[in-house]
Each structure stands twice: as structure tokens, then as C-alpha cells.
């Protein structure tokens, strides 16, 4: 299976973990952190599309590689959730 290229470029992961930090850092209570970390995954959702689709639209990436893209974004994201939620348990 091919490599997807600039990875960081459709989701920066570390720099979500630090942000992720940052909200439960406070020792806030999950629930009032929750709203927070929805915007920001939701962000960071459309952001990666929105890298993907300037990748095929500008003809760097067919259509396989752009559905391999999108699965790895959405890996991604369920990993942060799962993090997020192993943090607070």
C-alpha cells in the first residue's frame, strides 16, 4: 500500500494531542470539555478535506489515493477520540 505524502499536511496529529492537552489540563470535568473537543476534531475534519480535495483538484492525487487519504484522516480522528477518552478515564 502506497504512503500518502505531507500526511501533516491533512492532519497534524501532535499538535491536536497538544490542544487536546491543553482543554483536559485544567482538570476540568469531561463534560464541560466535550463541546471544545468536538469543535476542534470538526475543524480538523474539514480542514483535512479540505487538503484532499485541493490535492485532486489540483491532479496531485487520483481517486484511490484521495479515498486512502480520507481513510487516514478519519483513523486519525478516531484515534484523538480514543486518546481523549482514555485520558479522562
Known sequence: MPSIPKQRRIIDRAALVGEL?????????PQEVRAEM?????????????EVRRRFDAGEAS????????????????????DFATMLV
Do not use: T
Open 38 to 50: 468536538l469543535d476542534l476534531l470538526k475543524n480538523a475534519m474539514a480542514q483535512g478535506r479540505e
Open 21 to 29: 492537552d491543553l482543554l483536559i489540563g485544567d482538570d476540568r470535568r
Open 63 to 82: 481517486g484511490e489515493e484521495v479515498a486512502e487519504a480520507l481513510s487516514f484522516l478519519s483513523d486519525q480522528i478516531i484515534r484523538l477520540i480514543y
